[in-house]
């Protein structure tokens, strides 16, 4: 999931939200990583606290990144 972020205060925590793996924050926006079914855990957490991106856009891996993740050992 990425979406676009004033702060990195409003990420605090999502790295507890269940099936998520990652939260990463560029100052700018934010990634989240994690299995499929924490997109609307991640979403309604988001709600929650009144946070609303327009941008919000679920990023799925091409084939090529998977391949790429399982030969570093990654999920």
């Known amino acids: 999931m990425r979406f676009s972020s004033s702060s990195a205060s409003?990420?605090?925590?999502?790295?507890?939200?269940?099936?998520?793996?990652?939260?990463?924050?560029?100052?700018r926006a934010a990634a989240v990583s994690g299995e499929p079914r924490s997109v609307v855990l991640v979403?309604?957490?988001?709600?929650?606290r009144g946070v609303?991106?327009?941008?919000?856009t679920v990023v799925r891996p091409t084939l090529e990144?998977?391949?790429?993740?399982?030969?570093?050992?990654?999920?």
């Open 65 to 75: 990144d998977s391949v790429v993740a399982m030969l570093d050992g990654g999920l």
């Open 10 to 27: 409003v990420l605090e925590g999502l790295e507890r939200v269940p099936g998520v793996v990652e939260v990463r924050f560029d100052g």
């Open 43 to 48: 979403a309604a957490e988001l709600a929650r």
């Open 52 to 56: 609303e991106p327009d941008d919000f």
